[in-house]
C-alpha cells in the first residue's frame, strides 16, 4: 500500500465494495420482500452504496464510544456527536437497520443457522488470504468477545436479566509475531446438526473439531501452533503432524484429552522439585515435559526439541531455566494476551438480538484490527502513526463521507 493509503483503503482490502454492494442488493431486495407480505412503507427509499458505508460507519463508532445504542450519536447527551449525525438522519438509520440483511432469504443449499452471514465470513476469509501472509508460530484460540465490565457495572438487575446470552462460540487462528487473525471460526451453541454445541459434550471433542477446521488451510505449510489446555491431545497433534503442522501445547489433567500419555507424567510427585527442574518422556517426534516453577506444568510438543534450553524471565526472581518449548510457548501466548486487551476493547458494542447479526459485527470489529495491522505494516503508517483509536475514528469519518479519502494519512 502507498504511503497515501487512507484507512478505509486498509478496510476494502479486507471488506471491498462488492461486498458491500451484495448487502446493498440483499437489503432492498429483503425490504421489497417484507412489505409485499406486511405492507407498504411509504418512508423507506431503497439504500445505496454511499447509505451503506455510512450505516457500517456508524454502527463501528460504537466501538470507541462504548455505547451499545448506536442512536446515541443523534442525541444530546454524552454519546451524541453533531459531526457524525449529519451524514445521515436518525430516520434513515433506522430504515436501513430495520431491514438490513446480508442473505435476505434461505436458498435451498442452506442447512445451518449462520446462511444469513456464511457468504461474508466466507469472503472476509478470502481477503484475509490475499492481504497477509503469516508467521510460522500462531495460535488457536478464543478471543475476548465478552462484555464490557463498565458497562457491566452500571446495569441495573432488570437490564442484565433481559439481556441475552450469546447463542455461538467464536474461535480463531491468529500469527502471533503480527497479532493478525488468519482465520475465524464459529460455532453455534443449539442447533441438531453435527456443528452444534450441545452435540459435543466431551470439551476436547469439541475443541479437536474446531482446531481441525481452523487449521484446514495450515497443511503442509510448517506452520508452529500454539494451543491451551482444551486443544492439546496425543491424537490430535500426531493427526497435524501428518499434514505437516507442528504444535506446542499446555497440558492439564482436568481439561485435556491425555489419551496415549504415560500416567506417570500426569500425577504431582509427592515432593515438589526446585523452581525450573523438569522431566521430560520422549516417544518418537513427541515430547511430554512436565516443569516446575511455583507448580507442575506439563506441555505436549512436536515443534521443538526437548533438550534445547531456554529461559523465564521474571521481574522479582529473575532468569528461571526451562526447556526451549515452555519460554516459547510463554512469548507467544502472552503476546496474544497483549494483543487482546488492546483491541478486544474497540470491538463494536453495538448488540443486536439476531445470532448472524452479533456474529456479522463481530467480524466486522476483527477485520477492523486486522486492517490496522496491514496499515502498521504498510509505509503509511510511518508517515502518520496513527494509534489504534485514531485509526478508528479516521475510518468511521471516512465511511461517512465526512474525509477527503485522497488525502495523505
Given at each position: ?78 454519546y ?12 434513515r ?52 468477545i ?11 438487575e432488570?437490564e ?17 509475531s ?74 492439564s489433567?482436568r ?43 506439563r ?83 510511518h ?27
Amino acid at each position: 500500500m502507498p504511503p497515501s493509503a487512507s484507512a478505509v483503503d486498509f478496510f476494502q482490502l479486507l471488506v471491498p465494495d462488492n461486498v458491500l454492494k451484495g448487502m446493498v442488493a440483499q437489503t432492498n431486495m429483503y425490504a421489497r420482500k417484507f412489505q409485499e407480505r406486511f405492507g407498504s412503507d411509504g418512508a423507506w427509499a431503497e439504500v445505496t452504496l454511499a447509505e451503506m458505508k455510512a450505516f457500517l460507519g456508524y454502527v463501528i463508532s460504537t466501538g470507541a464510544s462504548r455505547c451499545e445504542s448506536v442512536l446515541g450519536v443523534w442525541s444530546s447527551g454524552f454519546y451524541g456527536n453533531r459531526s457524525l449525525a449529519c451524514a445521515m438522519s436518525q430516520a434513515r438509520f433506522e430504515k436501513i437497520l430495520k431491514y438490513f440483511h446480508v442473505v435476505a432469504f434461505r436458498s435451498s443449499q442452506a442447512s445451518h443457522g449462520l446462511y444469513k452471514v456464511q457468504p461474508f465470513l466466507d469472503s472476509l476469509q478470502r481477503g484475509f488470504d490475499a492481504a497477509f501472509r503469516p508467521s510460522q508460530t500462531q495460535v488457536l484460540h478464543e478471543p475476548l468477545i465478552d462484555e464490557d465490565p463498565v458497562f457491566i457495572a452500571t446495569c441495573t438487575e432488570r437490564e442484565l436479566r433481559k439481556r441475552k446470552k450469546r447463542k455461538f462460540s467464536l474461535w480463531v487462528r491468529q500469527c502471533s509475531s503480527t497479532g493478525f487473525i488468519i482465520q475465524i471460526y464459529v460455532h453455534l451453541k443449539e442447533g441438531g446438526g453435527p456443528d452444534g454445541l450441545d452435540t459435543l459434550k466431551n470439551k476436547p471433542q469439541l475443541h479437536g473439531a474446531v482446531a481441525r477446521s481452523l487449521c484446514r488451510n495450515a497443511a503442509g505449510k510448517n506452520y508452529i501452533i500454539f494451543t491451551g489446555p482444551s486443544i492439546t491431545s496425543l491424537s490430535l497433534f500426531e493427526e497435524f503432524e501428518k499434514q505437516g503442522i507442528y504444535c506446542c501445547g499446555l497440558l492439564s489433567a482436568r481439561k485435556s484429552d491425555c489419551t496415549g500419555l504415560p500416567p506417570s507424567m500426569l500425577a504431582n510427585p509427592a515432593t515438589a522439585p526446585a523452581r525450573g527442574q523438569s522431566q521430560i518422556k520422549v516417544k518418537g517426534t513427541m515430547s511430554l515435559i512436565c516443569w516446575y516453577n511455583k507448580g507442575h506444568f506439563r506441555f505436549l510438543t512436536n515443534a521443538y526439541s526437548p533438550v534445547q534450553q531456554g529461559v523465564i524471565i521474571k521481574r522479582r526472581s529473575g532468569e528461571i531455566p526451562c526447556p526451549l518449548a515452555v519460554e516459547a510457548f510463554a512469548a507467544h501466548l502472552s503476546y496474544i494476551c497483549r494483543y487482546d486487551d488492546k483491541y478486544s476493547r474497540y470491538f463494536i458494542s453495538h448488540k443486536p438480538n439476531k445470532t448472524w447479526q452479533q456474529v456479522f459485527w463481530f467480524a466486522v470489529s476483527i477485520a477492523i484490527n486486522n486492517a490496522y495491522v496491514l496499515y502498521k505494516m504498510s509505509d503509511a503508517y510511518h508517515v502518520s502513526r496513527y494509534s489504534r483509536a485514531q485509526f478508528g475514528d479516521r475510518l468511521v469519518r471516512e465511511l461517512l463521507g465526512l474525509e477527503d479519502t485522497s488525502a495523505t494519512l
